[in-house]
């Protein structure tokens, strides 16, 4: 077999995994960097649903779960799965956004926190997920709970 008969597509191949690869690093250094940027749009899209459902609560900044500290510009210490943690303003009680899943749908919900960890309210953040909400059964609700109690 002609050796440069191989060594074309080899050679295309190689270019094209490298192609690909610089693409998913690119990717997760945007998605990993621009993290506080997302983090202070899903702040203030968490407020304006409050203030639309009339409560007096703000949200403050990004809470790591862990030591409960702010997150630096670079430093966002163990990313959380279940969620987003936010500390609120005026109280030591913590907001943990997260998504239900309710059949087929995903309804953006928040999960009031003591500072012991355990789950004062759980809201949902927009019209539809309030009357899909009120649908979701008591257990699915309590399963909820539980996880987010245990990961708290």
């Not at 050796?3 to 690909?20: E, M, N, R, Y």
């Not at 649903?49 to 990004?62: F, P, T, V």
């Amino acid at each position: 077999m002609n050796s440069k008969g191989l060594l074309v597509p080899l050679k295309d191949t190689f270019i094209s995994i490298a192609w690909i690869g610089a693409l998913v690093l690119v990717g997760g250094l945007s998605w990993y960097l621009t993290r506080p940027l997302r983090t202070n749009f899903l702040m203030h899209s968490i407020d304006q649903a409050l203030i639309s459902m009339g409560d007096s609560r703000r949200l403050e900044a990004a809470v790591n779960p862990e030591n409960r500290g702010t997150f630096g510009p670079l430093n966002f210490g163990p990313l959380s799965t279940k969620g987003h943690w936010f500390s609120l303003r005026g109280e030591e009680d913590r907001l943990l956004f997260f998504t239900l899943i309710s059949d087929i749908a995903f309804l953006p919900c928040a999960a009031i926190l003591s500072p012991e960890g355990r789950v004062k309210e759980i809201i949902a953040l927009s019209s539809r997920g309030e009357r899909a909400l009120s649908y979701v059964s008591p257990g699915i609700i309590r399963l909820y709970i539980r996880r987010i109690e245990e990961g708290s």
